[in-house]
């Protein structure tokens, strides 16, 4: 009987050590899992990218003053912006699209795999063949940018054509039909100033198309050439105002 008893008693005390042990464990509470990428539209006509909810909301509170872009071995800087509800890429993305050259829309892949904000990036299409889903006979060329700034508003002078346009102004008769976006087509004729040196011009309809446009100071206009129709197309971008 003692030799039960022991027994008994020895079960009795595993059982409590077992009990004990067993409501010590703590369980890991639930995360959700990292987002490591996302897509976003870069648009040839602004100079900011939207970032997804589902990603930026991995930032909060604490979000990033800055993040990184890396392609083809070098990295840019790029400033981040809240607005509201909604959080943006902002200062940084005009240099990164003249360094690459993205005169078109395209699509960006973003991947984040050791660092929530250093991106890898991947365009779609691929930066050698942006044609923003043109047919071949509608294709274009980008020509130049202006940038416009205070003085150009403030005292303004004719538009000077650089070099790079003067064979596709030959091409087209010394006359410039731009296609504009939902607006019926601008008709600027070319003339020469300055006789000696034989710069080419736009004049009275450069100043009417600032008057019309109501442009800031930051604003761009780009040039394009439709090579087959020997026609121009032009696209603003704003400065995004952020009292809106």
Request: hydrophobic share 35%; glycine share 4%; aromatic share 14%.
């Amino acid at each position: 009987m003692p030799s039960e008893l022991s027994t008994d008693s020895t079960k009795t005390s595993t059982s409590s050590d077992s009990s004990t042990t067993t409501s010590k464990i703590e369980y890991p509470t639930h995360t959700n899992p990292l987002i490591l990428q996302f897509t976003a539209v870069f648009h040839n006509d602004m100079d900011i990218i939207e970032v997804p909810t589902f990603y930026h909301q991995q930032w909060a509170p604490e979000y990033p003053e800055f993040v990184n872009f890396r392609y083809d071995g070098t990295i840019y800087q790029i400033r981040l912006r809240q607005h509201r509800t909604k959080v943006y890429f902002v200062k940084g993305l005009k240099e990164f699209r003249k360094d690459l050259s993205i005169y078109e829309s395209v699509i960006i892949k973003f991947l984040a795999c050791n660092n929530k904000s250093m991106f890898d990036l991947y365009f779609v299409p691929s930066l050698e063949c942006q044609t923003c889903g043109r047919p071949e006979v509608m294709s274009r060329q980008h020509i130049w940018a202006l940038e416009i700034t205070q003085s150009i508003l403030g005292a303004p002078g004719p538009l000077r054509l650089p070099n790079c346009a003067m064979t596709h102004v030959n091409a087209c008769g010394q006359h410039m039909t731009i296609l504009r976006r939902f607006e019926p087509p601008l008709q600027w004729n070319v003339v020469v100033v300055d006789g000696g040196v034989r710069r080419r011009y736009v004049v009275q309809p450069w100043y009417q198309f600032l008057a019309d446009n109501d442009f800031s100071h930051g604003d761009e206009v780009s040039f394009y050439y439709r090579i087959i129709d020997k026609i121009w197309e032009i696209v603003i971008r704003r400065r995004k105002n952020w009292e809106y």
